[in-house]
């Protein structure tokens, strides 16, 4: 009679990351290749500013149209509909407008308390001047924050270096906003957020001195 065979063997326990060799990523490093100079601390990249500058006024225009989507956008279904985490089909166009203004606002709060806060919601092309030219008048020379939801309107345009959005009086067109008449009503120094679909079309208008 054949002797009963040996149970299997465990196996061999996970290897531990200390135990794993680390392969370092990309081509070897060139020993031979002269070390770069340190750099200067006095030199500073025309980005950073070299004085403290708080922010003392933000503008946040939205361009939302609920309900109406744009000429330009073709939705796939399901697509995302929500702004600022709020779905507007829960409320009215109304109450749902607001709500999403409340709440980047909100947002925006919890960054700068101590900021001026106004707001322009589907508004007109005027409607965007006098909100930014007066909020400029605030800040005066501190730094202004613009937001801009484009999400209710055409897509940006390269047209005449570049072109946003907004409403006729009426609400049956489509305004341009020519980014060079924007960047006058805002002045300097002004940090511009686009959330907006092709906003890369307008980047050349925003580079440089303002």
Known sequence: RPPPAAPPLPPPPPPRLSDVPLVPYGPPPDRTAPSAPPSDPAVLPTWRLRERMKTTAVCLCLCLNIGTDPPDVTRCEPCARRQCWLDPARSSRAKAREAIGMKLEEQYGRWQ????????????????????TSMRRHAKGERLLFHYNGHGVPRPTPNGGGELWAFDKNYTQYIPLPVSELRGWLGGPTVVVLDCSYAAATMPSWVGRW
């Open 113 to 132: 308390q101590r900021a001026r806060y106004r707001k322009a919601l589907d508004p007109t092309a005027d409607e965007v001047r006098t909100l930014a």
